[in-house]
Structures are given as structure tokens and as C-alpha cells.
């Protein structure tokens, strides 16, 4: 019973990361390239404006930062409910 609930708890605190990394993917490639990109012109970024940064590059950078963050907190999880390798 008891190793259910840990594996219970495993899954929960996983889905949890995932749910939060898609969120802010969405806001950044989605929403800030393209239905808050008018607002964001006004900010320069790189020659360009802020809203056209996050839909050729910024959403990219910020995907690449999810992965790495999310790779060191799933080692974390796993150490913590003794499922690292």
C-alpha cells in the first residue's frame, strides 16, 4: 500500500512538472510571439521587437532552458522516491 502511494506521489509530482514546462512554453512561443505580439513591439530587443525575439528565437532559447531544468528536476524526483539509476 505504502508503494503505491509513493509511485502515486511520483506520477503526481511528475505530471505537475510537465503541466507547468507546457504552460510556460505556451505563453512564451504562443502567446508571446503571436497574440501579445502586438504589445511587445514597442520593446527593442536585438535591433528587433520583443514579441518578433520570441517567435524566431526567444520561444526556441526558452524550450532549450525547459529541458535542462526539467532533466534536473526529474534527477531530483528520482532521488528523492528512489527510482534514480
Known sequence: MA???SSNAYWAANISMIRISLVIWFLC???FGILLRPMLSGIAV???DL????AQQGAILV???LIFV???RMNKLDQE????E
Open 3 to 5: 508503494e503505491k502511494s
Open 46 to 48: 536585438g535591433g528587433t
Open 70 to 72: 526539467y532533466a534536473a
Open 63 to 65: 524550450f532549450l532552458v
Open 51 to 54: 514579441g518578433f525575439w520570441f
Open 81 to 84: 522516491h528512489g527510482v534514480d
Open 29 to 31: 512561443s504562443f502567446g
